[in-house]
């Protein structure tokens, strides 16, 4: 391999990873809190189509960016409305939501699915885009790339060094002590359950408007899913979920690349565009058998439901 194609497969990686990134890091906020929301494919896919609809009548991506966040996050409150007032399985809602969002955005989407954007240039960074091999992979992308890298280090900032972070992880591990601290649990968990939505309908706009600028019914195509994976890979520490993301975005490109070398001829397409979820399979299943890791950093309060005391 010549030093372009390295670079190009490595730019593509990062880029496939992105919405992953970022709808991880939102799934790792929400899950902090103690909340299991399932509903981030359906999220993405609202967040996917709101974003698509925002750029071709406005001609903005960050109107997209604004429509899309608020897209996921007001979905993300019918979830919370549900689950954290009415007391509803935290389960059985997310699922619903799921199911929900891709086919609420698959009926919106008919009337855009002829219809394509103008692609978002990148923003190459000055003094480093120049760089042998790793400036065209890693400093010639569209901004939301760099803002996923800005997000990971402001999350891992807030939930490490930060006094509301602090709460937020206390309000995961044991609610009611929280809550007889004087903290206001039920809030704090509709705000994180709110950021998580709004992270997720954020990577489905990434996917409409400026990964592949146009709608087509089901591009979400189990990312949503993906990512919820990610959280329980990543063993719910933000800097894993950079690493997760980007591992299953170089399974999604390799597949691609291999398809496009001419491999498909002897391995069914079938099997390759399978490929990065048979890994999360694998993964989910390797980490099953260690219990003692996942018990050591998942919330203790994970899906439970919590209802102060009068």
């Given at each position: 391999?010549?030093?372009?194609?390295?670079?190009?497969?490595?730019?593509?990686?990062?880029?496939?990873?992105?919405?992953?990134?970022i709808?991880?890091?939102?799934?790792?906020?929400?899950?902090?809190?103690?909340?299991?929301?399932l509903?981030?494919?359906?999220?993405m896919?609202?967040?996917?189509?709101?974003?698509?609809?925002?750029?071709?009548?406005?001609?903005?991506?960050?109107?997209?960016?604004?429509?899309?966040?608020?897209?996921?996050?007001?979905?993300?409150?019918?979830?919370?409305?549900?689950?954290?007032?009415?007391?509803?399985?935290?389960?059985?809602?997310?699922?619903?939501?799921?199911?929900?969002?891709?086919?609420?955005?698959?009926?919106?989407?008919?009337?855009?699915?002829?219809?394509?954007?103008?692609?978002?240039?990148?923003?190459?960074?000055?003094?480093?885009?120049?760089?042998?091999?790793?400036?065209?992979a890693?400093?010639?992308?569209?901004?939301?790339?760099?803002?996923?890298?800005?997000?990971?280090?402001?999350?891992?900032?807030?939930?490490?060094?930060?006094?509301?972070?602090?709460?937020?992880?206390?309000?995961?591990?044991?609610?009611?002590?929280?809550?007889?601290?004087?903290?206001?649990?039920?809030?704090?968990?509709?705000?994180?359950?709110?950021?998580?939505?709004?992270?997720?309908?954020?990577?489905?706009?990434?996917?409409?408007?400026?990964?592949?600028?146009?709608?087509?019914?089901?591009?979400?195509?189990?990312?949503?899913?993906?990512?919820?994976?990610?959280v329980?890979?990543?063993?719910?520490r933000?800097?894993?979920?950079?690493l997760?993301?980007?591992?299953?975005?170089?399974?999604?490109?390799?597949?691609?690349?291999?398809?496009?070398?001419?491999?498909?001829?002897?391995?069914?397409?079938?099997?390759l565009?399978a490929?990065?979820?048979?890994?999360?399979?694998?993964?989910?299943?390797?980490?099953?058998?260690?219990?003692?890791?996942?018990?050591?950093?998942?919330?203790?309060?994970?899906?439970?439901?919590?209802?102060?005391?009068?």
């Open positions: 391999m010549d030093a372009s194609l390295i670079s190009a497969i490595i730019a593509a990686t990062v880029v496939a990873g992105t919405p992953l990134l709808v991880g890091l939102g799934l790792l906020v929400n899950e902090r809190s103690g909340v299991l929301n509903g981030a494919e359906g999220m896919a609202l967040g996917a189509i709101a974003g698509f609809a925002a750029a071709h009548h406005s001609g903005s991506a960050w109107a997209a960016v604004a429509a899309g966040a608020a897209a996921g996050a007001g979905s993300a409150l019918i979830f919370a409305f549900l689950t954290l007032t009415l007391m509803a399985n935290q389960v059985a809602s997310g699922l619903a939501l799921s199911i929900f969002g891709v086919g609420l955005s698959a009926f919106v989407g008919k009337a855009y699915e002829s219809v394509s954007l103008r692609a978002v240039p990148p923003w190459p960074l000055p003094g480093l885009a120049d760089l042998p091999v790793l400036g065209p890693l400093f010639q992308h569209q901004p939301l790339v760099y803002a996923s890298w800005l997000l990971l280090a402001a999350i891992a900032w807030f939930l490490q060094r930060s006094r509301p972070g602090l709460v937020l992880r206390a309000i995961g591990e044991s609610p009611a002590v929280a809550h007889e601290a004087g903290y206001p649990v039920i809030r704090i968990r509709y705000l994180a359950v709110l950021a998580g939505g709004a992270l997720s309908g954020l990577g489905g706009t990434f996917l409409s408007v400026f990964h592949t600028p146009l709608w087509v019914e089901g591009m979400v195509a189990g990312r949503g899913w993906i990512a919820l994976a990610l329980v890979f990543a063993t719910w933000p800097a894993r979920v950079l997760g993301a980007y591992l299953f975005g170089g399974m999604l490109i390799a597949q691609m690349f291999v398809q496009g070398s001419g491999v498909h001829w002897t391995i069914p397409s079938q099997w565009s490929l990065p979820y048979l890994a999360t399979i694998i993964v989910l299943v390797m980490i099953s058998r260690r219990p003692d890791l996942i018990r050591l950093n998942s919330p203790v309060s994970l899906g439970q439901p919590y209802r102060p005391d009068a």
